[in-house]
């Protein structure tokens, strides 16, 4: 084996490592109690829509920001409609059947949580179910939630970087239905290796081991 051989076999055999560790698929656990959806991630921020008008339409989109964490909001078709109080402001839609899409997120985002519920026209508390999905490098989550009040809380936790989110309501058999968020929350989660990973990254230090004692031998 010639020197040049011998120097290349340890940063290749690195590499192939990184990259069958880079291969691991995400996954997304869904977590339905606010406790240990905060137990399961680091630094979270929460945006409780502090200064949202809830006395006409706003536009789509919005940029907003969940402590340290920044976010894009947009509806379907049409434009925000600040629901619930003054001093107690929900992001909702101006038309019922709009989705609302979570995306751009900055800070490294792979949480996402709130309160989901639906209001009615005036922008108040009405029940019903809602719809949320999120998605991450692995695929589309989609979770119910029925019968929301406005103190139900539903999270997803990716081991991967989270792309979007969206919310929508179902619509009743009569009337209409609005989806509503409340104390969006957003945060980041520690890495931590697959266990699949864990055994490449040990036969991986045995090869590399094998190849030193040759070396040396040699």
Do not use: C, H
Not at 96 to 123: H, K, L, Q, R, Y
Not at 182 to 196: H, K, M, R, S
């Amino acid at each position: 084996m010639s020197l040049t051989s011998k120097f290349l076999i340890k940063p290749l055999a690195l590499a192939a490592l990184v990259a069958a560790a880079g291969a691991a698929q995400a996954s997304v656990t869904v977590y339905t109690s606010q406790a240990a959806f905060l137990a399961a991630v680091t630094a979270p921020g929460v945006d409780t829509f502090t200064g949202f008008s809830i006395t006409g339409s706003t536009p789509s989109p919005i940029t907003r920001s969940a402590g340290a964490y920044g976010y894009t909001a947009s509806v379907t078709t049409t434009s925000f409609f600040g629901a619930g109080t003054t001093a107690n402001p929900w992001l909702s839609t101006n038309t019922a059947t709009d989705t609302i899409t979570f995306n751009n997120f900055t800070g490294g985002v792979s949480a996402f949580g709130g309160n989901f519920f639906g209001s009615n026209i005036a922008g108040l508390f009405a029940a019903g179910d809602v719809v949320l999905t999120a998605t991450d490098a692995s695929g589309t989550y989609t979770q119910s939630i029925t019968g929301a009040t406005t103190s139900s809380f539903l999270g997803f936790v990716s081991d991967g970087p989270l792309l979007s989110a969206t919310l929508a309501a179902v619509q009743p058999a009569s009337g209409f239905l609005w989806p509503t968020a409340d104390n969006l929350t957003l945060a980041a989660v520690a890495a931590v290796p697959e266990p699949g990973t864990y055994a490449l990254l040990l036969s991986g230090l045995g090869v590399l081991g094998f190849m030193a004692r040759r070396r040396r031998e040699g």
